[in-house]
Structure formats: structure tokens, C-alpha cells
T-cell receptor, first 115, second 112 residues
Framework: DVKVTQSSRYLVKRTGEKVFLECVQD?????MFWYRQDPGLGLRLIYF???????EKGDIPEGYSVSREKKERFSLILESASTNQTSMYLC??????????????FGPGTRLTVL | QKEVEQNSGPLSVPEGAIASLNCTYS??????FFWYRQYSGKSPELIMS????GDKEDGRFTAQLNKASQYVSLLIRDSQPSDSATYLC????????????FGAGTRLAVHP
């Protein structure tokens, strides 16, 4: 079974703090994704990575950065946390290529509260 | 027009009935379609994927795809209260990197 883990289930930070969210997958997937999910707004893609050290902006990258130094690990960084970044953060991973049919699997999520 | 559209619900069905969830998408070239189940406070869980026209069955779940009409549906037979959740339809649009576009989700409530 695919396993995607995230560093924290719940996190409380203060405005202005630098926040690191980490995600690890054990299936040797090329692609990894960070989403946030808010009531009424659904799932929104923040950033994704299709290879080590490669990244692409998603739909809402402002205020975030990412790092992928190893294939299995994808980090989301909030440079200076703000209250409007209070949300559920979801990491996903998936393979790339016709043979694997491109399924994406999610980690358990991190509920971040910025005070 | 949204790229992936679903009725938000709630869809309420009695236990043992068939629940029918629908999804339409805008990109005629889309090739990959997925259904995720999400319980309140939890992350989405992949339950079905479908790539060609027709039906695909897995246990009590059947996914149906009609590319000409640009819709995909999920049928849940013998619905149970434990099926009560939000069901997200997701589509990979044309282009690279397999970005999933999600619908807003349909909330299903199965009552005893």
C-alpha cells in the first residue's frame, strides 16, 4: 500500500513565524503535491514537484515556498505565517506515466492554526 | 464554467438504497477520472479510478464514464451509514505533470 506521511496532524503557530510542513512518501513516486483545503473553497493546489529539485507553482503559491531535495520528501514552507493561512494542508504523491494511470494518494493532513 | 462540477448536496438516501453521484467536466480531452471519499476532518481517500468509457465495478462501487457527454458518475449499492461522507470527483486535464482538478464535492448522508 502507498503510504504518505505528514510531519504533524495539528500545528499552532504565531503570526510571522516561519513554518515547515513535511511530507514523505514510500512509493518512489515522481510527483508530489501540496494542497490546502478550506470550507467552501475546496481543494486548491499550492505547489507541486515532478522531480528532485524541480517545482511548479499551482493555483495559489503566494506566501509559500517548497523544497524537494530527495525524491521521497517534499516540504512546504510558510516564510512568514499569517492568519489567512490557517487551513488544512494536504500532501499527495503520484506516479507519472501511462502505465500507472496517474493516481494520487493523500497523506493524513496537517491542520494549521495561525494565531 | 467550472472545470469540474458536482452537486454539493446533501444527497440523502436510506440505508440499503443506491446512491448516485454525478460529475461533469469541461475538458473534452481529459483521460483520467477519479473518485475520492473524504470523511469529516480526514484526508481524501481514493476509491475508484476510470479511464475508458463504460462501467467499472469494485465491490459495492461502480464508476461510469461517458466521454462524449463529459460526465462521470459513482454508484454506491446497498448504501450504509458508514458511506456518509463527501465524495470528490477529480479529473486530470490535458497537459503535463498530472495535475488533478477537483470538484467541490457532494455530501452524502445515508440514514438508517
Amino acid at each position: 500500500d502507498v503510504k504518505v506521511t505528514q510531519s504533524s496532524r495539528y500545528l499552532v503557530k504565531r503570526t510571522g513565524e516561519k513554518v515547515f510542513l513535511e511530507c514523505v512518501q514510500d512509493m518512489d513516486h515522481e510527483n508530489m503535491f501540496w494542497y490546502r483545503q478550506d470550507p467552501g473553497l475546496g481543494l486548491r493546489l499550492i505547489y507541486f514537484s515532478y522531480d528532485v529539485k524541480m517545482k511548479e507553482k499551482g493555483d495559489i503559491p503566494e506566501g509559500y515556498s517548497v523544497s524537494r531535495e530527495k525524491k521521497e520528501r517534499f516540504s512546504l514552507i510558510l516564510e512568514s505565517a499569517s492568519t489567512n493561512q490557517t487551513s488544512m494542508y494536504l500532501c499527495a504523491s503520484g506516479s507519472y506515466g501511462a502505465g500507472a494511470y496517474n493516481e494520487q494518494f493523500f497523506g493524513p493532513g496537517t491542520r494549521l492554526t495561525v494565531l | 464554467q467550472k472545470e469540474v462540477e458536482q452537486n454539493s448536496g446533501p444527497l440523502s438516501v436510506p440505508e440499503g438504497a443506491i446512491a448516485s453521484l454525478n460529475c461533469t467536466y469541461s475538458d473534452r480531452v481529459s483521460q483520467s477520472f477519479f473518485w475520492y471519499r473524504q470523511y469529516s476532518g480526514k484526508s481524501p481517500e481514493l476509491i475508484m479510478s476510470i479511464y475508458s468509457n463504460g462501467d467499472k465495478e469494485d465491490g459495492r462501487f461502480t464508476a461510469q464514464l461517458n466521454k462524449a457527454s463529459q460526465y462521470v458518475s459513482l454508484l454506491i449499492r446497498d448504501s450504509q451509514p458508514s458511506d456518509s461522507a463527501t465524495y470528490l470527483c477529480a479529473v486530470i486535464l490535458r497537459g503535463g505533470y498530472n495535475k488533478l482538478i477537483f470538484g467541490a464535492g457532494t455530501r452524502l448522508a445515508v440514514h438508517p
